[in-house]
């Protein structure tokens, strides 16, 4: 397996002081609602509001002081972006960031904030990971994937590392973990840090409807890539394939996938402001949207949920919220 239990370990010993452990929580509004005992873990509380801090800063913080010299490429719809402009910023490097033009304005205000410089491409014509590997070659940057990364997959593998721990101080054993997934570099992580406490858990991914590559690509046995053209607010979970290094991970570690509607994944958002109080971006929802929407057998079982990002436009946020009235 590329990236074991041990790397995790290590990854959460790295960020010891550096990423928020962001706590566990329950809900007896969402326990009634689903018929099961839910941890939620926000990573909406992390630094720079999503979990990308953590594999970002477990990238970056092994550079070597050449490296550093150098500064590091990323291309990101937004919360890699901002993870990685943090850790640069705590590292000391210069980061450049492959954004696509219309991503959320606060994702894009937010990484500008943290220093980073921003190379805009149009999703629909254009390859970031072209552009981004191009920048590489001229400039002697680093290139810091979004997922498909050894490093990357163990550093957010401390969310699981942590709700396996924090569960099992709690007296409970986590039967089910619902994570969203894009190239699957939480998802995996998540499996492997959360199955050093529990072993036997099922772990399944939530991905928005046309950008369900890695939910059809286990079903297959093969990696399948999304058709063109599709479209969701879910921004941070629209990668085209699972990645080489994520789907072997993924087919030995993970459950059937979860799939979920746009109007599902509004309604979590929804069910996040009013009874959790916490503002979940749509692609930080689906894992929650799935569990709502009775995707996974929930009677008599203690299940966790990751909500991995919060950065959601106002004005895009109060649109889903005015959905309710």
């Given at each position: 397996m590329a990236v074991t239990g041990a790397d995790v370990e290590a990854a959460a010993e790295l960020l010891a002081g550096k990423a928020v452990a962001t706590p566990l929580i329950t809900n007896a509004a969402l326990d009634a609602a689903v018929g099961a005992r839910v941890l939620l873990k926000p990573e909406v509380l992390q630094r720079t509001g999503s979990f990308k801090f953590r594999g970002a800063y477990?990238?970056?913080?092994?550079?070597?002081?050449?490296?550093?010299?150098?500064?590091?490429?990323?291309?990101?719809?937004?919360?890699?972006?901002?993870?990685?402009?943090?850790?640069?910023?705590?590292?000391?490097?210069?980061?450049?960031?492959?954004?696509p033009a219309d991503a959320p304005a606060i994702k894009?205000?937010?990484?500008?904030?943290?220093?980073?410089?921003?190379?805009?491409?149009?999703?629909?014509?254009?390859?970031?990971?072209?552009?981004?590997?191009?920048?590489?070659?001229?400039?002697?940057?680093?290139?810091?994937?979004?997922?498909?990364?050894?490093?990357?997959?163990?550093?957010?593998?401390?969310?699981?590392?942590?709700?396996g721990r924090q569960a099992a101080a709690l007296g409970l054993t986590v039967d089910a973990c619902l994570v969203n997934c894009s190239g699957g570099g939480l998802a995996t992580g998540t499996a492997l840090g959360l199955k050093q406490t529990f072993p036997q858990v099922s772990v399944h991914t939530a991905e928005p409807e046309g950008f369900d590559d890695m939910a059809r690509s286990l079903a297959a046995g093969e990696r399948v890539a999304n058709a063109s053209g599709?479209?969701?607010?879910?921004?941070?979970?629209?990668?085209?394939?699972?990645?080489?290094?994520?789907?072997?991970?993924?087919q030995a570690l993970l459950g059937p996938g979860l799939v979920v509607t746009e109007a599902e994944v509004r309604a979590a958002m929804r069910f996040a402001a009013a009874n959790l109080k916490l503002v979940v971006e749509p692609g930080g929802a689906a894992a929650l949207a799935a569990l709502l929407a009775g995707k996974v057998e929930t009677a008599g079982r203690t299940i966790a949920v990751v909500l991995s990002g919060g950065n959601v436009d106002p004005a895009f946020y109060a649109e889903v919220l005015a959905e309710a009235a």
């Open positions: 477990n990238r970056l913080g092994r550079l070597t002081a050449e490296e550093r010299a150098r500064g590091v490429v990323a291309w990101s719809s937004g919360n890699h972006a901002q993870g990685v402009a943090e850790a640069a910023r705590l590292v000391g490097t210069r980061a450049t960031i492959v954004m894009v205000a937010g990484t500008r904030a943290l220093g980073a410089e921003i190379v805009f491409y149009d999703r629909l014509t254009e390859d970031r990971e072209v552009i981004g590997r191009d920048l590489c070659a001229r400039t002697g940057a680093v290139l810091v994937p979004s997922y498909d990364d050894v490093h990357i997959i163990a550093g957010q593998g401390t969310v699981g590392l942590e709700i599709g479209k969701s607010s879910c921004d941070a979970l629209l990668a085209p394939i699972p990645g080489t290094i994520t789907f072997p991970l993924a």
